[in-house]
């Protein structure tokens, strides 16, 4: 059963957590079936009993009837701790096999017009259930359709019944062809929705896998680069000092000048190669540290205006105190996104940080070009990007933070011009309280 169906009974609400498992949402449909088959056969009985006057074993029909809703209970509570198997759909099918048999056989057998509802059961079989399970289960039914021709107790009309047999006969043959056809329709549309939201919940398993073997190796990559290039900046360091204590050069102010020049820029690519050292996880020394949301969005801000001087940067926030883990991947993922934003709108970048509900909302916005209605269609995934092949490994990088976070990744094109990007992070997730 999905978010969308109702259940049909009180009896059979959902559980709080929606099982995944289709299995289990196909399992619940039989239940629901199996209310419906004790309503409806209890409803019949007595109108066949008590308005038409057939006499009928009473007191064994009702047994089977509280067998049927003392299994059906047992099936829903057991669906809370349990994922249900291909077995045991099997067996719950051949339950309500057995159930039907027994009463046709108290009814009638074989003469009895709803003798068609076995066609329900082979049915379904062959939708939810494995190939060798779904002819185990037909040939079961067909044994006991056998043995009800063979073996029954004969319904026992009144006699003024004796000149219409015909007629009712046929009026149950409708009755049970016009049963038998909204039940499959119903249940055979509901499991089939069951069976393509597992397909493509599988599907997104699978992207997802897929995008993080990407992540993989782009970071295993990344940190390799960063180990090969600490040792070359580390020489230019140690060239650029002592060049500064050169006479000839120390005495030049023009040389002075670009050499303070080229060591600062040294320093910032050391700095870039520590960010995507703590990236990967491995300068343990400096992880996560406790902050608020306005004092850790802040220091980003302040760093990066730093290094990016010719944008102008429109920041705005609201006065939030709460406290979370300032952790250095949000740091990099917020870094990433106005980094992209200054790339498109080299004179102008808006951040506006707010909170939503128990969600801190981080939204970016520029004046570029905004984004192409195929990078919008497939926003985080790699390769995306109206910058080039390859160029999309930043918003892919950003949504797979946010995404382990239990957060979100939205873009769309401003009506004025440009774009936005949002990154919508649950506290929930990164407070202080869920982490310690």
Known sequence: MTAGDPPFLPFTMRPREPDAAAGTANMRQLIHLRWMAVAGQLVTILFVNRVMGVQLPIPAMMGVLVMAAAINLLSHFRLRFHRITNTELLFALMFDVGTLTLQLFLAGGATNPFISLYLIQVVLGAVLLETWS??????????????????????????WLFGDIAGLHTLGNWLGFALVTGLLILFVTRISHNMRLSAARLADLRQQASEEEHIVRMGLLASGAAHELGTPLASLSVILSDW?????LRDDAELMGEIAEMQAEVQRCKAIVTRILQSAGEPRGEAAE????????????????????????????TDDDAAIVSDPAIKQAVWNVLDNAAEASPHWVGLTVAREGGAVAVRVTDHGPGFTATTLSQVGRPQQSTKGEGHGVGLFLVASVVRKLGGRVEAANRVEGGAAVTLTLPLSMIGVSDRE
Do not use: M, N
Request: charged fraction near 20%; glycine fraction near 6%.
């Open 134 to 159: 779904a002819w185990a289960l037909a040939g079961i039914t067909g044994l006991c359709f056998g043995l009800l021709s063979l073996h029954h107790r004969p319904l026992a009309f009144p006699p």
């Open 244 to 248: 500064r204590r050169v006479p000839k």
């Open 290 to 317: 406790l902050s608020e949301v306005g004092r850790f969005i802040d220091a980003i801000v302040d760093e990066w205006r730093q290094s990016h001087a010719q944008v102008a940067l429109d920041y705005r926030r």
